[in-house]
T-cell receptor, first 111, second 117 residues
């Protein structure tokens, strides 16, 4: 069945460090790929998306590229801030018309 | 539009009781989803509707769970004979379908937290 695997957390970084959170998936059809974020005390919200191979989604300095050959959608940011501390979820939208979520990766950024 | 609304925000109940949650999606969204999230895990898909039709239901969903979306607007999720293992955050999300750039982007409500004693 469809599944998604993302890097286990927590990830602890200092401000201005480089961030990578790995995500790989298995899915039927040609999924759209999403990253959602959950800030402390808030609900899930969209961070970025990509809908076809080699597309790059970007928002708030975060980027992720749709790699169809490796079925991956790794999240990156060149310089993290304390305000980026949150839980990040990789989420393919599969051919079954539903979005499935990874377990989430908690990021702590220290000043 | 005020986004996706869920009610109640918190529910504490005793084992064996029935509970019902309500979700009001964004009015233009024709798809509505229910997810369950436990501590330290990602949202787990339960079921989804396109308009009033329930198109998919997770195999993990026991027959104690039922969801409706009678007029293609709000939805209810009922859990009968609750068990302690049902304790979780129940999330509702809505989206549009089709070729638009916003298609399949989920807008989540704040969730309904269930505690079964």
């Amino acid at each position: 069945g469809d599944s998604v695997t993302q890097m286990e957390g927590p990830v602890t970084l200092s401000e201005e460090a480089f961030l990578t959170i790995n995500c790989t998936y298995t899915a039927t059809g040609y999924p759209s790929l999403f990253w959602y974020v959950q800030y402390p005390g808030e609900g899930l919200q969209l961070l970025l998306k990509a809908t076809k191979a080699d597309d790059k989604g970007s928002n708030k300095g975060f980027e992720a590229t749709y790699r169809k050959e490796t079925t991956s959608f790794h999240l990156e940011k060149g310089s993290v801030q304390v305000s980026d501390s949150a839980v990040y979820f990789c989420a393919p939208h599969t051919g079954g018309f539903k979005t499935i979520f990874g377990a989430g990766t908690r990021l702590f950024v220290k000043a | 539009d005020t986004g996706v609304s869920q009610d109640p925000r918190h529910k504490i109940t005793k084992r064996g009781q029935n509970v019902t949650f309500r979700c009001d999606p964004i009015s233009e969204h024709n798809r509505l989803y229910w997810y369950r999230q436990t501590l330290g895990q990602g949202p787990e898909f339960l079921t989804y509707f396109q308009n009033e039709a329930q198109l998919e239901k997770s195999r993990l969903l026991s027959d104690r769970f039922s969801a409706e979306r009678p007029k293609g607007s709000f939805s209810t999720l009922e859990i009968q004979r609750t068990e302690q293992g049902d304790s979780a955050m129940y999330l509702c999300a809505s989206s549009t379908a089709g070729p638009s750039s916003g298609a399949n982007v989920l807008t989540f409500g704040a969730g309904s937290r269930l505690t079964v004693l």
